[in-house]
């Protein structure tokens, strides 16, 4: 069982920066490849970044490509988004989740995937 809390939401102005976190429990941590998702009023849940469990491969949504950066901190069961150059339209409600596939895992899928946080508000003002 992993549960998954993230932080490091908030308002901020359009070109502004956030870092988001996803603290994670367990001692498993690092056997899950992570992903960050995000979900807008009236919209469906969209993926937006992951990073694989050693860290060495990461994949991004054409959105938020060049601006957006995951990493990991095994060490700190800690999963990162920092969000920079940020557009009004990255507004949402954003939602770290783990994967235990090792083999043939997509990213992008969101079944793909056994755990989720509650997710943290994120607010871009114009």
């Known amino acids: 069982q992993v549960q998954l809390v993230e932080s490091g939401g908030g308002l901020v102005q359009a070109g502004g920066s956030l870092r988001l976190s996803c603290a994670a429990s367990g001692r498993t941590f690092s056997r899950y490849g992570m992903g960050w998702f995000r979900q807008a009023p009236g919209k469906e849940r969209e993926f937006v970044a992951a990073?694989?469990?050693?860290?060495?491969?990461?994949y991004y949504a054409d959105s938020v490509k060049g601006r957006f950066t995951i990493s990991r901190d095994n060490a700190k069961n800690t999963v990162y988004l920092q969000m920079n150059s940020l557009k009004p339209e990255d507004t949402a409600v954003y939602y770290c989740?783990?994967?235990?596939?090792?083999?043939?895992?997509?990213?992008?899928?969101?079944?793909?995937?056994?755990?989720w946080g509650q997710g943290t508000q994120v607010t871009v003002s114009s």
């Open positions: 990073i694989s469990w050693s860290g060495g491969w990461t």
């Open positions: 989740a783990a994967s235990s596939k090792r083999t043939d895992w997509d990213p992008l899928d969101r079944l793909e995937y056994d755990y």
